[in-house]
Structure formats: structure tokens, C-alpha cells
């Protein structure tokens, strides 16, 4: 069976070998984002000059024999909560509307080192808050799959993109599932690093103790090629601690033959009959390659959606007040006094469910709830993080569905936000405990929407999942990827 092929490396061939010119790739790409994305409302902004200027640029290094990196004249998306100098960055949100940045995000600047092809900034739930991309004040991106369906969220914009191939890869952020989930939902692979692995510095803050800035991409492969490259020990944010020297390229193909592969019964509660199915069938795949199944509990796994809430909101409502209609963004046109100003610009430039964090947060967070909300929140993540810590005692890696459920319909989320709440249940405990999770596509429901699943591994184990996550790839690719037949035909 033929080794599933890397799309970053066959392009980087074509490019190198002269097949194609990184020109003639990038206008490939952005005919085909002219073409697809009115429908797909993937991208809020295309920036074809930047990509254009970068195209020729890299033509005139392979005309002159240079040593390119992977990565070089390879058209890609950054999230718009990704800083990038002199472009708009606007997290989608109207607060944040005609905000260029005066500085790049670390992450863009080794991209952008490595020769990366900015095809344009792409949707996202307004500040990252959200499941369905649906609160961005563009309207949400839709499903390549199926445009009655979301893309997921936050970072949908990214996975709709990469999923619908106008984009070959993107980088996301995910606080409590934003890479994973849209990935999931579009069928592709989303990688939410280790909590410091990737710098932060320049992405637009939702919950600074959570949120990490990952690849969404079509292959395991070009996951471990964007993660290696971002994956730099930054200065700039105090968090920062890099990869640690680990190339997860260099085991991605390593044998799994004795490997524990954990799963927790928890996990399997009140999901989906489907993606349960999908799960244990996943369990056979990696049977049959070696690996040993190993259950084991995970009790604090149910505290974890009232704690995410909690801390995060609490997190939001700090970072969020840095919008007072003075330094960034939106100011309202008329009001009476200064007071008056930053409380309309507030309330006229904050989305209903922005709004709705900051106030539970600031709620968690006053003198007299304190210690019944935020402190015991704080004690049981530390239950949390040593429930996970026990189980990595047992086990290399843990499975677990990505999504108790595949892609809802558009408009739901939107209806009873609440509801959607509860579908981060997968996804959230792996941020509060600052633990690497990758998703891959491991099935499809009745309706043909992808279900996808994560492994899950140790602090700054990225190298161990990537690899158990490529061999799954490896044996399952013909019947789990399919393509949603939109965008540039690879
Ligand atoms: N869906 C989760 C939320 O609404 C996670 C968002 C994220 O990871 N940015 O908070």
C-alpha cells in the first residue's frame, strides 16, 4: 500500500523540481479562493499582494539554486487573531475592525522566515468564543463537506479553508478545542501543542493560560513539518519553552508494536452512538498494528466544562479590558464623558456572547464569589492535571473522540449557545491540563460528515502522538480522508 502522500512535500517537490512556479501555484490558489470562498466564508481578508510579492520572491531563490526549506512559497492562513504587521487582524470582531498591528506574531515571523505564502486571514468565533465559527462578526464559515453544516469553531475559517483546499495548511488557536474540533468537524488534522511549546507573543489573547497556537492540515505528516518549524523557544512570552530539541519528523514512522494506547471510560459516556463506533473500531485498527488497548478511569473528567468555563471566562474578562475604545479598534461616535465612551464602545462593539464571558467572569471572579467559583476551579484543574498524570503512569497515549458528536447544522449553535457549551466536553480537559492532542479523521456519520478522533500525550510528547496518529493514518487514509471535492484539485 502506497504511504499517504504529504501535501506540503509533493508541492515543495514540484516547486523545487520546477514543475510548477511558486507564481503560478499561488494565483492556482487564489482564482480558486475568488471561486469557492463566497461560499465557503472561509477567508475575511485576502491578501494576494503579500502573497503575490512572496511568490516572487521564492521563484527568484529556486531560479538561483537556493536550499529551500519544506515550508518555502507553500500558500497557507493564519487566523485572524494572529498578529501580522500592517495587516488587519480583527479576531472577527467589530471592536477590533480596521486594527492593523504594528508587530507579527513570533509564529508569523519563522513562517514568514521559512518562506511561508500568506493567502489572507481567515474566520473565527468572535475573540476565539465559540464552537460553531458562528459569533464572528463576518458570519460563520461553512462546511466544505456540506454548506448547510458549520465548520466548527473557533478556528473555523482555517479548517474550512485547508478542508476545502484553498488553503494547503493554517495555523490555528485553540483555548478549549478550537483547532481539534474544526478539524474534526471538516474531516483533516488539527495538533494543539503542548501549553508552551508554540509562543503566543502577537496572538490576540482570549485565555492566556490555555490558549496555544497550532497547524490545521489535510495529513499527519504536514502536522509534524508546521509544528517542527513553530515549535521555537521565544523570549517574548514568558511561557515559552519550545520543543525541546524533539523533531517529530524524524519518528513520525516509527513502529507501535507493544505501545499502550489508553482509553478512558468517561470518554465513551454519552456520546454519540456513531462516533463510540468509530472509537472502538479505531481501537481494532491499532490492535492489529501491535499496539496494546488499555481502559482506565478518569473521574474529574466530569468537573471539566464547569471548570473551563470558570477559569477561561475569568481569563477573558481580564485580557478583554484592554478594549476601551482609546487604544485599539472601534470608538463609539457619540457619548457624554470618558466614562460614557468606553461603556458604549464596549457594548456597541462586543458581541452577545463576548459580552456574556465578560460578565461571568468578572461575576466569578468579584470579592464576595471568588472563593466559590474561581478558587475551586483552580483546585480542580490540579485534580484534573494529577488524574492525567496517573493515567501517562499506565499508558503512552490516550484515545478519545474529539467530539461527542460530527458538524451541526448552521444556525444551531447560534440558538442555544448553552447547548453547544456542553460540546467541548472532549476537547477542553486537555487545555486545562496544557496537554498535546492531535485530531484525525477516523470515520464518517449517516449523513457523510467526518468524525474525527485524538490522541492525546504527555507534556511535550508531540513526537509519540504524531507518530501513533501516522500509522493510524497510514492503514486507514483510502477509506477515512476524503476529499470535499472543492478548491484547488490536487
Ligand atoms: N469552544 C470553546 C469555547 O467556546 C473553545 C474555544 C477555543 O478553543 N478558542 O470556549
Known amino acids: 500500500m502506497a504511504e499517504v502522500k504529504s501535501r506540503i512535500r509533493t508541492l515543495h517537490t514540484m516547486l523545487t523540481d520546477k514543475e510548477i512556479s511558486c507564481k503560478e501555484l499561488t494565483e492556482t490558489y487564489l482564482r480558486s479562493i475568488a471561486e469557492v470562498n463566497k461560499n465557503l466564508n472561509a477567508y475575511v481578508n485576502v491578501t494576494e499582494d503579500v502573497a503575490l510579492t512572496t511568490a516572487e520572491k521564492i521563484d527568484k531563490q529556486i531560479a538561483?539554486?537556493?536550499?529551500?526549506?519544506?515550508?518555502?512559497?507553500?500558500?497557507?492562513?493564519?487566523?485572524?487573531?494572529?498578529?501580522?504587521?500592517?495587516?488587519?487582524?480583527?479576531?472577527?470582531?467589530?471592536?477590533?475592525?480596521?486594527?492593523?498591528?504594528?508587530?507579527?506574531?513570533?509564529?508569523?515571523?519563522?513562517?514568514?522566515?521559512?518562506?511561508?505564502?500568506?493567502?489572507?486571514?481567515?474566520?473565527?468565533?468572535?475573540?476565539?468564543?465559540?464552537?460553531?465559527?458562528?459569533?464572528?462578526?463576518?458570519?460563520?464559515?461553512?462546511?466544505?463537506?456540506?454548506?448547510?453544516?458549520?465548520?466548527?469553531?473557533?478556528?473555523?475559517?482555517?479548517?474550512?479553508?485547508?478542508?476545502?483546499?484553498?488553503?494547503?495548511?493554517?495555523?490555528?488557536?485553540?483555548?478549549?478545542?478550537?483547532?481539534?474540533?474544526?478539524?474534526?468537524?471538516?474531516?483533516?488534522?488539527?495538533?494543539?501543542?503542548?501549553?508552551?511549546?508554540?509562543?503566543?507573543?502577537?496572538?490576540?489573547?482570549?485565555?492566556?493560560?490555555?490558549?496555544?497556537?497550532?497547524?490545521?492540515?489535510?495529513?499527519?505528516?504536514?502536522?509534524?513539518?508546521?509544528?517542527?518549524?513553530?515549535?521555537?523557544?521565544?523570549?517574548?512570552?514568558?511561557?515559552?519553552?519550545?520543543?525541546?530539541?524533539?523533531?517529530?519528523?524524524?519518528?513520525?514512522?516509527?513502529?507501535?508494536?507493544?505501545?499502550?494506547?489508553?482509553?478512558?471510560?468517561?470518554?465513551?459516556?454519552?456520546?454519540?452512538?456513531?462516533?463510540?463506533?468509530?472509537?472502538?473500531?479505531?481501537?481494532?485498527?491499532?490492535?492489529?498494528?501491535?499496539?496494546?488497548?488499555?481502559?482506565?478511569?478518569?473521574?474529574?473528567?466530569?468537573?471539566?466544562?464547569?471548570?473551563?468555563?470558570?477559569?477561561?471566562?475569568?481569563?477573558?474578562?481580564?485580557?478583554?479590558?484592554?478594549?476601551?475604545?482609546?487604544?485599539?479598534?472601534?470608538?463609539?461616535?457619540?457619548?457624554?464623558?470618558?466614562?460614557?465612551?468606553?461603556?458604549?464602545?464596549?457594548?456597541?462593539?462586543f458581541g452577545s456572547e463576548v459580552k456574556r464571558r465578560i460578565m461571568l467572569g468578572t461575576y466569578v471572579l468579584s470579592a464576595g464569589y471568588y472563593d466559590a467559583y474561581y478558587k475551586k476551579a483552580q483546585n480542580l484543574r490540579g485534580t484534573i492535571v494529577r488524574e492525567f498524570k496517573n493515567a501517562f503512569e499506565k499508558v503512552d497515549v490516550i484515545l478519545a473522540p474529539t467530539v461527542p458528536m460530527t458538524a451541526f447544522e448552521t444556525g444551531k449553535a447560534v440558538s442555544d449557545p448553552i447547548e453547544t457549551y456542553l460540546t467541548d466536553i472532549c476537547t477542553v480537559p486537555i487545555n486545562i491540563a496544557g496537554l498535546p492532542a492531535v485530531s484525525v479523521p477516523c470515520g464518517f456519520d449517516g449523513k457523510g460528515m467526518p468524525i474525527g478522533m485524538q490522541l492525546i500525550g504527555k507534556n511535550f510528547d508531540e513526537a509519540k502522538i504524531l507518530n501513533v496518529a501516522w500509522q493510524y493514518e497510514n492503514v486507514t487514509h483510502d477509506t477515512m480522508f476524503r476529499s470535499a471535492e472543492m478548491g484547488v484539485k490536487s
Open 64 to 349: 538561483s539554486g537556493e536550499n529551500l526549506p519544506l515550508l518555502a512559497g507553500i500558500p497557507m492562513t493564519l487566523k485572524d487573531n494572529i498578529s501580522t504587521n500592517g495587516i488587519e487582524t480583527t479576531c472577527c470582531s467589530k471592536i477590533l475592525q480596521g486594527y492593523k498591528p504594528i508587530y507579527n506574531a513570533t509564529v508569523w515571523n519563522i513562517l514568514q522566515n521559512n518562506g511561508a505564502v500568506l493567502l489572507g486571514k481567515t474566520n473565527m468565533d468572535e475573540f476565539a468564543m465559540g464552537s460553531s465559527c458562528e459569533t464572528s462578526c463576518f458570519g460563520g464559515a461553512k462546511n466544505p463537506h456540506n454548506l448547510g453544516y458549520v465548520a466548527g469553531g473557533s478556528s473555523g475559517g482555517v479548517a474550512s479553508a485547508v478542508g476545502g483546499n484553498i488553503a494547503v495548511y493554517g495555523l490555528g488557536s485553540d483555548t478549549g478545542g478550537s483547532i481539534r474540533q474544526p478539524a474534526s468537524f471538516c474531516g483533516i488534522v488539527g495538533l494543539k501543542p503542548t501549553y508552551g511549546s508554540v509562543s503566543r507573543y502577537g496572538l490576540i489573547a482570549y485565555a492566556s493560560g490555555f490558549d496555544q497556537i497550532g497547524p490545521i492540515t489535510t495529513t499527519v505528516e504536514d502536522t509534524a513539518i508546521v509544528y517542527d518549524t513553530i515549535s521555537e523557544y521565544d523570549i517574548m512570552d514568558s511561557t515559552s519553552q519550545g520543543n525541546k530539541g524533539v523533531k517529530t519528523l524524524d519518528t513520525l514512522r516509527n513502529d507501535i508494536k507493544g505501545m499502550k494506547i489508553g482509553i478512558a471510560k468517561e470518554y465513551l459516556e454519552g456520546i454519540r452512538e456513531d462516533v463510540k463506533e468509530a472509537i472502538l473500531n479505531a481501537c481494532k485498527v491499532y490492535e492489529s498494528l501491535g499496539a496494546e488497548i488499555v481502559y482506565f478511569d478518569l473521574p474529574a473528567l466530569k468537573y471539566s466544562l464547569p471548570v473551563y468555563y470558570i477559569l477561561a471566562c475569568a481569563e477573558a474578562s481580564s485580557n478583554l479590558g484592554r478594549y476601551d475604545g482609546i487604544r485599539y479598534g472601534y470608538k463609539t461616535p457619540s457619548y457624554r464623558d470618558v466614562n460614557d465612551m468606553i461603556c458604549k464602545t464596549r457594548s456597541e462593539g
